[in-house]
């Protein structure tokens, strides 16, 4: 019988690229949707091609809790989400944790998106510098940016990834910036955590476009030798009904111990990174917007709340 290695890796611990087996794929002529959810009862994949109806059941693969279905390929665009039935009888709808694209809030649902990785990158000359550039001997002067708010049209829509590129990345080479650092632009619900409370931590938010349109903003401020990091929030995720909160039912991304689970100041939950399938999710995470997206860094986010035990508690 053939050993599933992406699963048993992840379970190790060990799987550093886990958004390549989890999530929504085209395998060949049909559609591959994997979740871990190892406290539920069941699990279905349920979305427009249903009419969000009772879904696609879906089959437990692994005992750690992956669950498994295929489906014909989906057209760009459809929304999903998870319908997981938990043991004590509740019904959820969650969000893919891996998913690629996410509407745009206050709605909710995944979103298949085939064009994530298509983009065609001009950057090749500017990442093969990047190994001999001398990053210790050199200046470098970082503009701290929020998307949402740097510039917005008069009647307080956003700008587009795409407008952004036109004036954000010519106004930083102006000013003499070597590196725009974005506030977090991975998918989240409340504006006013400018980002700090993530959802959809493989998805870029679709409060600027697309996927595609996110790659065209990095390959631009490549293109104008500026460097891209983004903020990075590994700590803790806050507790929105379709998120990573208690995802199957029970505490699972979060500690298990009502003694280090919460985070009360912030209204959020500490992620669980003794937990070999969360250390997965994260670490795969970093891996993916500097592989995908060839974001050049990473500042990560409260890291004193994951180095320290007593953080934020009583003693």
Same mark, same amino acid.
């Given at each position: ?177 070597? &590196? ?9 619900? =409340? #504006? $006013?955590?400018?980002? /700090?409370?993530?959802? !959809? ?34 700590? &803790? ?9 208690? =995802? #199957? $039912?029970?505490?699972? /991304?979060?500690?298990? !111990? ?58």
């Amino acid at each position: 019988m053939a050993v599933n290695l992406p699963a048993y890796y992840f379970h190790q611990g060990t799987n550093y690229k886990a958004y390549e087996y989890f999530g929504a794929h085209v395998s060949g002529e049909k559609m591959t949707f994997r979740v871990w959810a190892p406290n539920a009862e069941s699990v279905s994949l349920c979305g427009d091609f249903d009419s969000w109806g009772e879904g696609i059941p879906m089959c437990r693969i692994t005992d750690g809790g992956i669950w498994e279905t295929f489906t014909d390929i989906l057209p760009e665009g459809t929304r999903y989400k998870f319908r997981i039935r938990t043991t004590d009888g509740r019904e959820l709808m969650k969000a893919d944790p891996y998913a690629f694209f996410a509407e745009k809030p206050p709605e909710t649902a995944s979103v298949v998106c085939h064009s994530a990785f298509s983009y065609e990158w001009g950057d090749a000359a500017y990442l093969s510098s990047r190994p001999r550039a001398d990053e210790y001997g050199r200046p470098i002067n970082v503009y701290e940016v929020h998307l949402g708010s740097w510039k917005r049209h008069e009647d307080n829509s956003y700008y587009s990834y795409t407008e952004l590129a036109d004036e954000l990345i010519p106004y930083a080479k102006q000013m003499g910036y070597t &590196h725009i650092e974005l506030m977090p632009i991975a998918e989240h619900p =409340f #504006d $006013g955590s400018w980002g /700090y409370q993530v959802t !959809g931590y493989y998805a870029p938010t679709s409060r600027f476009g697309t996927p595609e349109d996110f790659c065209a903003f990095v390959d631009a401020a490549h293109g104008a030798g500026i460097g891209i990091i983004l903020d990075w929030v590994p700590a &803790h995720f806050p507790k929105d009904a379709h998120g990573l909160y208690e =995802f #199957d $039912g029970q505490p699972l /991304y979060e500690y298990q !111990g009502w003694d280090k689970m919460e985070h009360k100041v912030w209204g959020t939950r500490f992620f669980d990174l003794g937990r070999n399938e969360v250390q997965c999710f994260l670490i795969s995470n970093a891996v993916y917007w500097c592989e995908k997206y060839h974001v050049d860094g990473l500042r990560t986010d409260a890291v004193s709340s994951m180095l320290y035990l007593d953080y934020d508690r009583e003693a």
